[in-house]
Structures are given as C-alpha cells and as structure tokens.
C-alpha cells in the first residue's frame, strides 16, 4: 500500500495485529512481494526473502526491510 507516497508492505497475522515494513528491498530497491504459504516478504529481483518483521531470512539482502507505522 501506499503511505504519504512511500510503499508499504503491510501483513495482519492470524491475532489480527498489522505488521508494516519498507516495500522497498534493501539490496537494490526492487519492490517485495508477500508469499502466503511461507509468510515472507520475497523480492522478485534476485531472491531476498525477509519474515513479516522485515528481517532478512535470505539474501543477497544484508539489512532489514525497514520497520514503518501506519
Ligand atoms: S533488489 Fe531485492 S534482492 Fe536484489
């Protein structure tokens, strides 16, 4: 979604708690796609995969999607 002009990926977890990162891998830029059946952030580029947190679980990414407010 798009917050102020910035995309968010934004999950609700089973509690019904919102989750809201940067949609915005943090290797190169492309944009994160949500993967239901693993519940991760996956980036179509080169394969980065981040949990609803946004930390990372496969790279080439190093840093963590960052963490956003809604
Ligand atoms: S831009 Fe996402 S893995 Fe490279």
Redesign the pocket.
Known sequence: MRVAGERRAVHRDEAGQLHAVSAR?T????L?AFNRAERAWE?P????RFDVEGKVIQG??QQPLERKEL
């Open positions: 891998c290797h190169l830029g492309c994160v980036c580029c080169h394969g980065s080439p990414a």
